[in-house]
């Protein structure tokens, strides 16, 4: 089995902001294995917040991966790779992606069916609309209407968040997940989340920082959400 890869940039239609940061484009690298004519294909998309980034990727990928000899069992084929990513999780996640679908492919089956699931009952995905120039709300729901649900990036301030919520809201009615993406103090996070309830918002994500878990306890002893 032939191993490659390829640098890749995702550039943004919108810059994407959240409560940390905004981003123009996002690299990425795609992982290519390949054997008797069939390509499995996988993306490492690493994030800074977690310590990863693409010049990691590339250098494991650089120094050389040991491939398994027999390719007749996907997870066997997983036990021999993953641990020589290197603890990147996102290499980890390129290669499970390749592998499987590379088996699958030489298999015949869609990776639904190996994996046992129905695909009737798949999850609904969402649409983000990121922290942004106001005046591009409208747009973004535009481009979101084709999905069941839309995701709300907040973590601004109480008085940002509830206009950014109330201009989504002049434009369409559909369900929303919120992702404050650690912005919130307890105090905002008790008033937003009751604020959110009335406005058909499923759940709010992420709304402290991660260490913070004294004041997530609170909020959960407060909030109206599950």
């Keep these: 089995m032939n191993l490659s890869y390829t640098n890749f940039r995702i550039n943004c239609n919108h810059p994407f902001g959240i409560s940390r940061s905004t981003h123009d484009y996002y690299d990425v690298v795609f992982v290519y294995l390949e054997e ?16 990863e980034f693409t010049s990691d990727i590339t250098g494991v990928l650089d120094d050389g991966i040991s491939l398994p000899q027999s390719m007749d069992d996907p997870i066997a084929i997983s036990d021999a790779v993953l641990p020589q990513c ?18 699958c ?47 709300v990036k907040l973590g601004m301030g109480i008085e940002k968040d509830k206009a950014i919520m109330n201009a989504i809201r002049r434009e369409t009615d ?47 002893k407060s909030h109206p959400y599950p």
């Design 36 to 51: 008797g004519g069939i390509i499995g294909r996988g993306e490492a998309a690493p994030s800074g917040r977690y310590n």
């Design 86 to 103: 290197k603890g990147i999780k996102s290499l980890e996640v390129a290669f499970s992606m390749a592998i499987l679908d590379w088996w």
């Design 105 to 151: 492919q030489k298999e015949g089956m869609p990776l639904y069916e190996y994996l046992g699931a129905d695909p009737s009952k798949a999850p609904k995905t969402s649409y983000t609309i990121s922290i942004g120039d106001m005046d591009l709300i409208p747009e973004k729901v535009k481009e979101g209407a084709p999905y069941h649900i839309l995701k």
């Design 174 to 220: 559909q369900l929303i997940r919120v992702d404050a993406n650690e912005g919130w103090d307890l105090e905002s996070g008790i008033e937003m989340s009751n604020w959110l309830a009335d406005r058909n918002v499923e759940f709010v994500e992420q709304p402290f920082k991660s260490t913070n878990l004294k004041d997530t306890a609170e909020l959960r």
